[in-house]
């Protein structure tokens, strides 16, 4: 049963374009959300992360947004560049739980 | 700079092998995880910690297990590998739930079980 689900297994953007990384969740305790960028042969990397309490943060190029009552969110680079091409997890856990939930992932390319 | 250290990059095991992947972690962080990652699965997690000798399965534990003597350090064990145990192996690290912003990753170790 997944709780934090990546409907699209890869996608792929014209450089200089808006890539946009959608993630679904199914439990209604998860308050805070994350996003990790992931390179072939490397660890993940946190990229950015939203509370529950919000519904945008922004950081840079890369901006999440969260809509609770759809229990939704995404990702927006903008522009994309060629370096953005990688692997990206949305993940999810509960307040008082460390425990962190991963999606399946989507891998993004950045077209020249 | 913050790190979480694994032992190797790259191993090779013999089937039915008894394997031992190491983590050790420098920020004094109390939570330590282990994940492995395979094509079409994400991330998948094998075993956790919150302390010392403490320790809890994740959603696959089966045919592993981990030791935690100290802090920094978390192993993970595959008692008699198996070649559906070939992947990629990533620990992971946090502070607890209050400071919550993620985990700190290693880069990983991807084992071939031959």
């Known amino acids: 049963d997944q709780q934090v689900k990546q409907n699209s297994p890869s996608l792929s953007v014209q450089e200089g374009r808006i890539s946009i990384l959608n993630c679904d969740y199914t439990n209604s305790m998860f308050d805070y959300f994350l996003w990790y960028k992931k390179y072939p042969a490397e660890g993940p990397t946190f990229l950015i992360s939203?509370?529950?309490?919000?519904d945008k943060n922004e950081d840079g190029r890369f901006t999440v947004f969260l809509n609770k009552s759809a229990k939704h969110l995404s990702l927006h680079i903008v522009p994309s560049q060629p370096g953005d091409s990688a692997v990206y997890f949305c993940a999810a856990s509960k307040n008082r739980d460390d425990k962190i939930i991963f999606g399946k992932g989507t891998r993004l390319h950045i077209l020249p | 700079d913050v790190k979480v250290t694994q032992s190797s990059r790259y191993l090779v095991k013999r089937t039915g092998e008894k394997v031992f992947l190491e983590c050790v972690q420098d920020m004094d962080h109390e939570n330590m995880f282990w994940y492995r990652q395979d094509p079409g699965l994400g991330l998948r997690l094998i075993y956790f910690s919150y302390d010392v000798k403490m320790k809890e399965k994740g959603d696959i534990p089966e045919g592993y297990s981990v030791s935690r003597e100290k802090k920094e350090r978390f192993s993970l064990i595959l008692e008699s590998a198996s070649t559906n145990q070939t992947s990629m192996y990533l620990c992971?690290?946090?502070?607890?739930?209050?400071?919550?912003?993620?985990?700190?990753f290693g880069s990983g170790t991807r084992l071939t079980v031959v």
């Open positions: 992971a690290s946090s502070l607890p739930v209050e400071d919550n912003y993620g985990y700190t």
């Open positions: 939203i509370s529950s309490i919000k």
